[in-house]
């Protein structure tokens, strides 16, 4: 694997103002930007604290060799497992900040997760079809949890994409179970390659996928391409802490515990929220968001260590692999990460501008 370093995203040449409105950030573009390209609107909330932008428009590193491979073979390998103790919803849960959450909440936060996803980006309500998405793409899919909730949710049409054949095949049999096999399709693709046209989809969906992109500016790009004009783009992923203005990189001990991370499943550079954010701005994409949520999905990963330690897990694990049991020794270094202040639960959401 490469070494975890700080990936440096481009920027567009023109940074937009930052203008505090109570508790959060918003941009307006200056003065001199054209009006065609400044964001529409009143604006989105971007982070909950300052942050440190990357000014050196520097292209990412290469991708690992064989990290599609690996990531494929990992989520082959440990999804059976996965949906035998935890259910088809392959993701963190959200809980209350300081929850002591049982083990009987945590499907139910995952499912959570996905609400609230949806209400922070500000995705029209079913009872709403004018205005509801009727086509989805689940980027990263695993076995298609988000894509049957979504189908069934909005009664739209949803395609899923995994590297994942074993994922593939598995989505779309509990499709075909749950009579949604008109509704939901899952199949082998690459997120930064999808094989779709573009401007196909009123919801772009990405959870928990966006960690193992090597190129995050052509992912986010990608993203924005197949999004509708008007299309709104949720993205839900791991990203390491924000820069201080006087850093240029996180430390060596962070550097070295993402590094661990990254080996285990199959993760390239990681990026910050802010990165994400200049990505979003680069690519006029408007009404852009971003909140910090490690807070909200604490409990999760104790969860997961507790889970595995009782004899169903422990057995299961034993004879899925093993890329999985590699997987299952570095959980606590997530926890660790997480308390340290280093990894971020971030959702970051915009909109595609709509048609002129």
């Known amino acids: ?18 203008c505090r409105r109570g508790s959060h950030y918003y941009y307006r573009a200056p003065s001199h930007v054209p009006r065609r390209s400044r964001p529409r609107g009143r604006g989105g909330v971007v982070s909950l604290r300052p942050m440190a932008s990357s000014t050196a428009a520097q292209p990412p590193a290469p991708a690992p060799p064989g990290l599609k491979e690996g990531i494929a073979g990992l989520y082959d390998e440990s ?5 035998n103790i935890w259910g088809d919803h ?41 205005k509801a998405p ?16 979504l189908a069934k949710k909005y009664g739209a049409q949803c395609k899923g994409i995994t ?22 399709t899952l199949q082998v693709a690459d997120a930064l390659e999808q094989p779709f046209p573009d401007g196909q989809f009123d919801l772009v969906w990405s959870m928990e996928s ?28 791991w990203c390491h802490r924000n820069l201080e203005p ?13 590094k661990r991370i ?32 490690s807070e909200n999905v604490a409990p999760f990963w104790p969860a997961v260590i507790k889970s595995a330690l009782t004899w169903k897990g422990l057995t299961s694990l034993l004879t899925s692999g093993w890329k999985t049991i590699r997987g299952a020794m570095v959980m606590p270094l997530m926890i660790q990460g997480y308390k340290k202040g280093l990894i971020k639960f971030t959702i970051i959401t915009c909109r595609k501008p709509g048609a002129a």
Not at 79 to 83: D, H, M, T
Not at 210 to 223: A, I, Q, T, Y
Request: aromatic fraction near 6%; hydrophobic fraction near 40%; include cysteine.
């Open 163 to 184: 590297l994942s054949p074993v994922q593939a095949e598995r989505g779309n049999a509990l499709a075909a179970a749950q009579g949604l096999s008109d509704q939901v």
């Open 79 to 83: 999804s059976g497992l996965w949906e």
């Open 134 to 149: 009727k086509t989805i793409v689940d980027v990263g899919c695993g076995i298609g949890g988000s894509s049957r909730y």
């Open 210 to 237: 966006g960690e193992h992109m090597p190129d995050k500016r052509k992912f986010v790009s990608e993203l924005a391409r197949v999004a509708a004009p008007g299309g709104t783009i949720i993205i839900v992923t």
């Open 262 to 293: 990254c080996d285990a499943y199959y993760l390239p550079d990681w990026c910050s929220p802010s990165d994400y954010v200049n990505i979003a701005k680069s690519l006029s994409l408007e009404d852009i968001k971003a909140a910090d949520w």
């Open 90 to 130: 392959m993701h963190h849960g959200f809980y209350d900040s300081g929850e002591a959450a049982s083990m009987a909440d945590h499907r139910r936060a995952q499912i959570r997760m996905i609400e609230e996803a949806l209400a922070f980006a500000a995705v029209p309500s079913p009872d709403d079809p004018e």
């Open 246 to 258: 006087s850093e240029t990189s996180l430390k060596p001990d962070e550097l070295s515990l993402l």
């Open 1 to 18: 694997m490469a070494h975890a370093t700080l990936l440096h995203c481009s920027q567009s040449s023109t940074s937009p103002l930052a």
